[in-house]
């Protein structure tokens, strides 16, 4: 951790520590991370954790990705991984290690390679923080999980897991048959709302052949979405997002809609609803942000609120990928930026 965040870290105020929920959460706020302490001590030599695992009858390992600072990991441990019976259950069936995207320290992966924590994350896809990553006790790969994942949904994951339901079903097809179930218990509906954002059909978003003038940014939502009001409210309905994202084509997609054409910046031909299960989403809503020659540069089903979607915003206008960068690292500079302009 560079000195400076250590630094903010220790100007926290003491009610940081105790957040129980999302409802007024600040994802722009620097959040110290301490990890609970049922997560396991580790040499992280990762197949001789796992051995460990099956030795105990567990089904494998959980590796959770933070970073110092990060808000959206600060909420996911005071409110997911502090919840009673979650708890009982994710340590009755996975090890867990607590993992620093960024750290220089070794790693045997679960090939039996010397790496680093930072060099394996990079690996296994971790862009954003936090990633939650399953694996069995042979180190094959169960499941990742992106962003926070509030209590009830987190718990819907794990069953999906324990109860071998991974096997037979995606994540998506499986939390589409619980909200299905639940349907009589829902508040309401969510309906897309119109919006002069987003341009209209048809949805020809080729850019293949021909590099388009601004990148490109595909917003799918879709009905009883729990997250997307909020995601209007306090994103889309920012003046200064609102700004920024006059330099995009932005495209709002249904995720459940079957029928309507779409081409997509590769040149394949789709429907909504299945160009959101190909990338593998299962949460809406969904963003994916392209470069103007149809390259995909960042995509997140993840909760997304405003600080974090100014950050994406940046990283693509300002091409941070061209450098090699994850969305993470160029969040983790915006983040020690401000606090060299808050802090005296």
């Not at 917003?219 to 909020?230: Q, S, T, Y």
């Amino acid at each position: 951790m560079s000195g400076l965040l250590s630094a903010l870290l220790s100007l926290l105020p003491a009610t940081m520590a105790t957040a129980a929920g999302d409802a007024d959460f600040d994802d722009a706020a620097i959040a110290q991370i301490d990890y609970p302490d049922w997560f396991k001590d580790s040499f992280l030599d990762l197949p001789d954790d796992a051995a460990m695992a099956a030795e105990a009858g567990k089904q494998g390992l959980f590796l959770f990705f933070s970073t110092q600072g990060c808000s959206y990991c600060h909420l996911f441990i005071q409110t997911s991984l502090q919840d009673p019976a979650i708890a009982a259950r994710l340590q009755a069936h996975f090890d867990t290690l607590g993992l620093e995207i960024f750290s220089d320290a070794e790693l045997v992966d679960f090939s039996g390679e010397t790496t680093r924590v930072k060099t394996f994350a990079l690996a296994e896809g971790v862009q954003f923080a936090p990633t939650l990553l399953f694996y069995d006790t042979e180190g094959q790969a169960l499941l990742k999980l992106t962003g926070y994942y509030e209590p009830a949904r987190f718990a819907a994951a794990l069953e999906y897991l324990i109860g071998g339901h991974h096997a037979e079903m995606s994540l998506r097809d499986y939390l589409a048959q619980q909200d299905a179930a639940e349907a009589g218990t829902d508040t309401g509906t969510w309906t897309l709302p119109a919006d002069a954002l987003f341009e209209p059909p048809p949805h020809m978003l080729a850019r293949d052949r021909m590099p388009a003038e601004r990148p490109l940014l595909v917003l799918f939502e879709g009905k009883d979405c729990p997250r997307c009001p909020r995601f209007h409210a306090e994103v889309l309905g920012d003046a200064e997002l609102r700004e920024q994202l006059d330099g995009f084509d932005v495209v709002r997609l249904n995720a459940g809609d079957t029928k309507t054409p779409v081409l997509t910046p590769a040149g394949e031909r789709t429907s909504p609803a299945d160009w959101y299960a190909a990338l593998g989403f299962s949460e809406l809503p969904a963003l994916v942000f392209f470069s103007e020659d149809g390259r995909q540069v960042l995509a997140t089903d993840a909760l997304v609120l405003a600080s974090r979607m100014q950050n994406s915003i940046g990283f693509v206008t300002e091409r941070a990928y061209e450098r090699g960068w994850t969305y993470q690292r160029y969040a983790r500079t915006q983040a020690i930026e401000r606090g060299q302009a808050e802090v005296p």
